[in-house]
């Protein structure tokens, strides 16, 4: 069935309080959705950012980030007052997201909704603790070190704690009950509201999205927790990091500087955490997007201590080993391969043993410093088993592409429409290309269908300023613009 779907991160809803999150224009976003015609609303990671914000790099796998718990929610439940949310300061743009703010003032509110949560009382949060200890036990005590150790990273703990030695594993869990308490607490908290926002999104018919990363970050509750499934050293030191290689945009590549997976480990373990990791995310989406796909038949390599990613060599990966494991545990699961970048046949063919739809990018279609452009990418050759994008999170909205696209580049647009356009009518002729296509999923990044330009870019990457910050305006949500995109899905047959 053809559908159509809008990518919107959580955190940049609109809304008071500083940040996006499950608040009451979560669910007015829904309904636009709805009333647009949509069928899916594709997200971005959700877990507890870490340096630089990024999503992508988050204290664990499995926990949900605390930011986008409703404020209001817990005003309506009498834990926190609407004059002592509305005294913190939360930023002074609301068009952005302010995370030294967030960090500086946010926690103190949900460390005081705790307190008088009385949460020790709820039958209901020991039932969430239980069913999710296989993580949330580890990721609790992980926080409460942190702050204990002023936020440094777990590498810099005394040795007893960063090893985990059980005495003082033991010792630090009383020490810090509280504070442990504190940080289950807020997972009971978030995952309450999401599964409340969840269902309200499938009663109107629609799936959500979401989004992992293939990496997990160094300093997270991830490798502190199960160390032997990475690469590191005795010492719990990364002996390699992940990246990508040199290619036409990065003359020396990309260094991510993420732990690499022992894979061999994982496939003596029967790829159980990844099993566990595919579950969660069965549980709390529709569907996952999982990054950086290619990573699964070969990796990339980069010495620990080369400074860019030059040096660096291919691993072989997991391979369809892994989803043939999924697959037998957790029956079908909804899984979009990103498989963007340099595609080897490889590649390809792991994506057509999986049967996961393929990504497809628009933007990258009309490339000129690919020879002919990236034909794998122009509509023609589509097949239906694949979700079309123009952009992604890390692309340019269509209107700064339109503005900074080189003149033959917008050649190569008209000779493939066979119209002649004027620039200020590339976007929604872009638009159009990618909603008539032949891919079963249509997802726009909502900034194209209301014209934005580079100030709604939500990533540059290779950078670490200015990013993960855009925030949606809720007078831009117009009932035209409703019926503008709800057009476009009737003519070209995704309703």
């Known amino acids: 069935m053809r559908a159509g779907g809008i990518l919107l991160p959580i955190f940049s809803l609109p809304g008071k309080y500083g940040i996006g999150c499950m608040s009451k224009e979560a669910y007015d976003f829904i309904d636009f959705l709805e009333e647009s015609g949509q ?33 209001e929610d817990l005003i309506d439940q009498g834990l926190l007052k609407e004059d002592e949310c509305e005294a913190i300061d939360f930023g002074k743009n609301v068009e952005k997201v302010d995370y030294d703010k967030m960090y500086q003032n946010r ?51 005394p040795e007893d704690i960063r090893k985990r030695y059980k005495y003082s594993m033991d010792y630090y869990q009383k020490t810090l009950y509280y504070e442990v308490e504190f940080y289950e607490y807020l997972q009971y908290e978030f995952y309450c509201q999401w599964f409340k926002l969840k269902k309200y999104a499938n009663e109107k018919g629609i799936q959500i999205i979401g989004d992992i990363p293939i990496y997990v970050a160094y300093d997270s509750a991830d490798v502190w927790s199960r ?62 997007r999982i990054d950086h796909f290619r990573g699964f038949d070969e990796y990339y390599s980069i010495p620990v201590d080369a ?4 040096m660096g060599h291919w691993e072989p990966g997991p391979g369809i080993d892994l989803f043939l494991a999924i697959r037998y545990c957790l029956g079908d699961v909804q899984i979009i391969a990103e498989d963007l970048g340099h595609i080897t046949e490889s590649v390809k063919e792991l994506v057509r043993e999986t049967g996961f739809p ?13 020879e002919d452009g990236p034909k794998d990418y122009l509509p023609y050759n589509y097949d239906k088993n694949c979700v079309v994008y ?11 592409w339109t503005d900074n696209i080189k003149k033959e580049e917008v050649g190569k647009i008209k000779e493939y429409t066979g119209k002649v356009l004027k620039k200020n009518e590339i976007p929604d002729e872009m638009l159009r290309m990618a909603i008539s296509s032949t891919a079963r999923i249509c997802i726009i990044p909502i900034q194209d269908y209301l014209g934005l330009g580079d100030e709604a870019r939500i990533n540059t990457p290779s950078t670490v300023e200015n990013n993960w910050q855009w925030r949606l305006q809720k007078e831009q949500l117009t009932k035209e613009v409703a019926s503008k995109i709800k057009r476009f899905m009737t003519i070209y047959g995704r309703i």
């Open 107 to 157: 926690i103190k509110l949900l460390r005081k909704a705790y307190v008088r949560s009385k949460i020790y009382k709820k039958h209901e949060f020991f039932q969430f603790k239980k069913e999710n200890e296989y993580w949330l036990r580890d990721y609790a005590l992980f926080m409460a070190l942190k702050d204990w150790f002023e936020g440094v990273s777990f590498m810099e703990w």
């Open 307 to 310: 400074e860019d990613a030059s």
């Open 358 to 370: 393929s990504m497809k990018v628009l933007e990258f279609a009309f490339d000129s410093r690919e």
């Open 390 to 400: 123009t952009g992604t999170h890390d692309n340019e909205t269509l209107m700064s």
């Open 227 to 288: 160390p032997e499934l990475f690469q590191l050293d005795e010492n719990g030191n990364m002996t390699a990091v992940a990246g990508c290689p040199p290619d036409k945009f990065s003359k020396l590549g990309q260094r991510w500087g993420n732990p690499l997976y022992r894979w061999d480990t994982h496939r003596a373990q029967n790829f159980d955490w990844w099993i566990k990791r595919i579950e969660k995310c069965k549980c709390i989406y529709d569907m996952v």
């Open 39 to 71: 069928k899916y609303w594709q997200i971005l990671p959700i877990g507890p950012t870490s340096f630089g914000d990024s999503p992508y790099q988050s204290f664990s796998t499995f926990a949900g980030n605390p930011y986008f718990i409703s404020l």
